[in-house]
């Protein structure tokens, strides 16, 4: 194999530092809910903590510092492989309010922020997991955090439960797999 020169080396500077649980909820077969929890330790938009919920076809986004909610709704969120997966994103209306963000690595997190509240639990897994290259705005991202998949989610919204479950699946090593996975350390640069 001939010697390739690499590419020039892509200088980054940090975004964001802190935890995204997220769940996606299935009912027979198909998507259900969808729920990213933010807790934004600190970013180059600010700190704060945010939920955002896709379900039956609308997008609910609550958090602390509404600017900063919709900045990662936007520039996070409606990009990543699970909303995308979804049947339509909406354009988000962000709800200014008291939101706040638990994420214990021994049993999971709980959320909750408006009317909507996220709970994951029954932690599987705890790995390592990082992407020099995430795919984001059609560039590469750095991405690094730890990784607990989670056997169990609920979402509720104006306190009703909604409807579906986790995926919860074992790759071909055995690993538990899960739609509902809890992460801590996470770390974006771009």
């Known amino acids: 194999m001939p010697d390739e ?30 729920a990213s929890v933010w807790r934004v330790d600190w970013s180059i938009w600010g700190s704060g903590n945010m939920l955002i919920l896709w379900y039956d076809g609308r997008l609910h986004v609550v958090g602390d510092d509404g600017r900063l909610a919709g900045r990662i709704e936007e520039y996070f969120v409606r990009n990543f492989d699970e909303a995308t997966a979804l049947p339509g994103w909406p354009a988000a209306t962000v709800t200014v309010a008291d939101t706040a963000v638990q994420v214990d690595p021994a049993s999971g997190t709980t959320a909750h922020g408006g009317d909507i509240t996220v709970r994951l639990s029954g932690i599987l897994d705890a790995r390592p997991f ?57 770390a974006w640069s771009g």
């Open 5 to 34: 020169e690499p590419g020039p080396y892509a200088v980054r500077r940090p975004l964001l530092l802190g935890a995204n649980p997220f769940a996606t909820l299935y009912a027979a077969g198909e998507p259900s809910a969808y």
């Open 130 to 186: 990082a992407a020099p290259e995430f795919p984001l705005h059609g560039r590469g991202h750095g991405l690094s955090m730890q990784v607990l998949p989670c056997a169990e989610a609920t979402v509720t919204l104006a306190g009703r439960r909604l409807p579906g479950a986790p995926r919860v699946t074992r790759d071909d090593r055995g690993r538990p797999l899960s739609s509902a996975v809890c992460t801590l350390h996470e």
